[in-house]
């Protein structure tokens, strides 16, 4: 398994699910045609391009592309790459008939495939960061999971830490872990409570 420190852009939740088989990083779905509206996305993939970077890896069809140069002009700055697919013609198996240019998506290339584009764009991989991952009991027991005001402190940490407000709890604890191990993240809520 690949471990990329930049998030991931990727169309769909099926492009989603193909790369958490293969990579282990930050995967972030724009909905197709969604992101053009969805301003907290734009928020949380900004937030990424400043501090980690990101990866946009799209379909290689018009609807892609044109996904892809949004974001460019979207994300005024950070560290921004492109990962791209080759043209396949096909279908993908959960699908009845081809799309409506023939060419597969992120989600019906193979491995060998995906690997070679990350390869291509220059994508360094390195080991898991060291130390256990923060889990959900451990938002729970800060109380941004499952308490009567937790919505109220995941925002309140959000702004903290410079991310758009209003993200669930799973989607602060993705996150959280990519920016911070377990051990850190228990200090810095023992220092916010003092």
Same mark, same amino acid.
């Given at each position: 398994?690949?471990?990329?420190?930049?998030?991931?852009?990727?169309? *769909?939740?099926?492009?989603?699910?193909?790369?958490?088989?293969?990579?282990?990083?930050?995967?972030?779905?724009?909905?197709?045609?969604?992101?053009?509206?969805?301003?907290?996305?734009?928020?949380?993939?900004?937030?990424?391009?400043?501090?980690?970077?990101?990866?946009?890896?799209?379909?290689?069809?018009?609807?892609?592309?044109?996904?892809?140069?949004?974001?460019?002009?979207?994300?005024?700055?950070?560290?921004?790459?492109?990962?791209?697919?080759?043209?396949?013609?096909?279908?993908?198996?959960?699908?009845?008939?081809?799309?409506?240019?023939?060419?597969?998506?992120?989600? *019906?290339?193979?491995?060998?495939?995906?690997?070679?584009?990350?390869?291509?764009? *220059?994508?360094?991989?390195?080991?898991?960061?060291?130390?256990?991952?923060?889990?959900?009991?451990?938002?729970?027991?800060? *109380?941004?999971?499952?308490?009567?005001?937790?919505?109220?402190?995941?925002?309140?940490?959000?702004?903290?830490?410079?991310?758009?407000?209003?993200?669930?709890?799973?989607?602060?604890?993705?996150?959280?872990?990519?920016?911070?191990?377990?051990?850190?993240?228990?200090?810095?809520?023992?220092?916010?409570?003092?």
């Amino acid at each position: 398994m690949l471990h990329i420190k930049q998030a991931i852009i990727v169309e *769909g939740k099926y492009d989603k699910i193909k790369l958490s088989s293969l990579v282990k990083a930050v995967i972030l779905q724009t909905n197709g045609f969604g992101i053009f509206k969805d301003k907290e996305m734009l928020e949380l993939i900004r937030y990424y391009a400043r501090t980690t970077g990101i990866l946009i890896l799209t379909d290689s069809d018009r609807a892609g592309f044109k996904i892809r140069n949004f974001l460019r002009g979207a994300i005024p700055d950070g560290d921004i790459r492109n990962i791209y697919i080759p043209d396949i013609f096909g279908k993908e198996r959960r699908k009845v008939k081809p799309s409506a240019e023939g060419k597969l998506g992120v989600e *019906g290339m193979e491995p060998a495939v995906l690997y070679e584009a990350f390869r291509k764009a *220059g994508v360094l991989t390195e080991e898991a960061p060291a130390g256990e991952p923060i889990t959900k009991t451990d938002l729970y027991f800060a *109380g941004l999971s499952g308490t009567p005001d937790c919505s109220d402190k995941r925002r309140a940490l959000q702004r903290e830490l410079g991310l758009p407000e209003g993200l669930s709890a799973s989607s602060l604890l993705e996150v959280l872990n990519s920016m911070m191990t377990r051990d850190a993240f228990l200090q810095m809520m023992e220092q916010r409570e003092a």
